[in-house]
């Protein structure tokens, strides 16, 4: 089974309701391209081939692991940290081998730069496969596009590529223990220190990805107005290296993975 050269109604999408003439060509925009491609026909048919890979590798890898990766869990927590179970592993091998990780990051991060079409065709062959797994390789791509867009160069040059080669990825820390849908109550605090750097307190719940090393976090700063309008988003790693010396020190800590 293929998820894409066996289905008939993606292969008639991709080939017929995408404007491609108008899309490529904002990614790529000069031919031939750093990679040699002659003109958009080209590059088309490269999307094709890409996506008939994935489409083999999310039903016949992806989609067989589903069922063992719901029982087992995608990790567990050890000291405050998640460390990746073996089924998890596995994939992120597999999309390491493929390059699957750098596909929609630019290429000056070392990843493909392709369109975000090709990126939501191939999220919808992984959900086919296994919601989980296609959102837990969701928050590499869309991680870095946040670090892209928010941060500054030198965090942009440290992670995207490491987020390119699978080393890391993050999540998006917002719902809190009694602040849900009602994101405005919630209590997590930023307190501006010396350095110009914030220190955060507060809990999180219900973190997707939460393990991954990085993270977004919605915050109020002290004295900031209440409900949505006096929150704020910081960066947060994991963990950050010891002044003065070169060991890492946790920057926040895992109570738990969710079932």
């Known amino acids: 089974m293929n998820y894409y050269s066996d289905s008939s109604e993606w292969r008639y999408l991709f080939r017929n309701a995408i404007d491609w003439e108008t899309i490529a060509p904002l990614y790529h925009k000069e031919f031939p391209t750093a990679d ?6 080209e590059l088309v048919s490269f999307y094709e081939d890409l996506l008939t890979s994935t489409g083999d590798w999310s039903a016949n890898s992806v989609a067989p692991r589903a069922r063992e990766l719901d029982k087992v869990g995608g990790g567990k927590v050890v ?11 596995k994939t992120y091998k597999e999309a390491r081998e493929m390059d699957l990780f750098g596909v929609l990051i630019e290429p000056k991060f070392g990843g493909l730069g392709l369109p975000a079409t090709v990126g939501q065709l ?10 989980s797994t296609a959102t837990q390789l969701a928050f590499h791509s869309g991680i870095a596009d946040m670090i892209h867009r928010f ?4 965090l942009q040059d440290k992670y ?4 390119q080669r699978g080393e890391i990825s993050g999540c998006m820390c917002m719902t809190e223990p009694g602040a849900g849908s009602d994101v405005g109550s919630m209590r997590t605090s930023a307190e501006k220190r010396v350095d110009g750097s914030y220190l955060l307190n507060g809990s999180k ?3 997707t990805n939460g393990g ?20 704020s988003m910081f960066f947060a790693e994991e963990w ?17 993975v969710e079932e």
């Open 36 to 41: 040699g491609f002659k003109n958009v026909d």
């Open 79 to 89: 000291d405050g940290h998640v460390v990746v179970g073996d089924v998890l592993k």
């Open 122 to 131: 191939l999220f919808t062959q992984l959900s086919r496969a296994c919601v």
């Open 151 to 154: 941060c500054s160069e030198a």
């Open 160 to 163: 995207i590529p490491m987020i």
């Open 205 to 207: 719940i219900f973190i």
């Open 212 to 231: 991954g090393g990085l993270a977004f976090v919605l915050a109020r700063v002290k004295g900031a107005a209440p409900g949505l309008e006096g929150l």
């Open 240 to 256: 950050v290296q010891a002044q003065g010396s070169p060991d890492l020190l946790p920057n926040y800590t895992i109570a738990k």
